[in-house]
């Protein structure tokens, strides 16, 4: 079943902090998306990855395919971080399209100043 | 940087009115995608498109869904007869070869 589980659910940080949100995903992808999504509801993509690491700013995103695992991580967190950030991926047996992605429930990030 | 747009940003209907939802993906994107989020749920992809075809669709997607691209700019999402349960935010992205997805900001649409 394809499935992907993200933790924590909610995280509250004080600014400055070192921040990890986890994405588990069940069998083998094609691609892994991390998005941010705005308290107004709109979704940005940050990353989009199929092995390694990917860092843009203070962000950095990991993949581990053998461990069907990704990390995004959050370097000296500041409250505009504050946001649902929502890891998606697309399954190697779920379809071909670039955007048919099963999407994680998401995990709030509270950055207090 | 290039946008998706979405009008309108808010929409209120009657069950088993007919609803358009429109957006317009970013010029030189060929992949075209909805989705659409419950309130307090995951989002849930429903349709991709290309080429001026359905390339696929999730079980939500069914007969009461279509899509359209009417023109070569706007992109649309049609519900037939709408049921309370289609009330959600509805969100259009686009994507070009390089994979990474725009999105737009979103309709939210109320079926009373």
């Known amino acids: 079943k394809n499935e992907v589980e993200q933790s924590p659910q909610n995280l509250t940080a004080q600014e400055g902090e070192f921040i990890t949100i986890n994405c588990s995903y069940s069998?083998?992808?094609?691609?892994l998306h991390w998005l941010q999504q705005h308290p107004g509801g709109g979704i940005v993509s940050l990353f989009m990855l199929s092995s390694g690491k990917k860092k843009h700013g203070r962000l950095i995103a990991t993949i581990n395919i053998q461990e069907k695992h990704s990390s995004l991580h959050i370097t000296a967190s500041h409250p505009r971080d504050s946001a649902v950030y929502i890891c998606a991926v697309r399954f190697m047996n779920y379809g071909g399209s670039q955007g048919n992605l099963i999407f994680g429930k998401g995990t709030k990030l509270s950055v207090k100043p | 940087e290039p946008e998706v747009t979405q009008t309108p940003s808010h929409q209120v209907t009657q069950m088993g009115q007919e609803v358009i939802l429109r957006c317009v993906p970013i010029?030189?994107?060929?992949?075209f995608y909805w989705y659409r989020q419950i309130l307090g749920q995951k989002v849930e992809f429903l349709v991709s498109f290309y080429n001026n075809e359905i390339s696929e669709k999730s079980e939500i997607f069914d007969d009461q869904f279509s899509v359209e691209r009417p023109d070569g700019s706007n992109f649309t999402l049609k519900i037939r007869s709408t049921k309370l349960e289609d009330s959600a935010m509805y969100f259009c992205?686009?994507?070009?070869?390089?994979?990474?997805?725009?999105f737009g900001s979103g309709t939210q649409l109320s079926v009373l």
């Open positions: 069998v083998g992808i094609s691609a």
């Open positions: 992205a686009s994507s070009g070869v390089e994979e990474k997805l725009f």
């Open positions: 010029s030189n994107h060929l992949y």
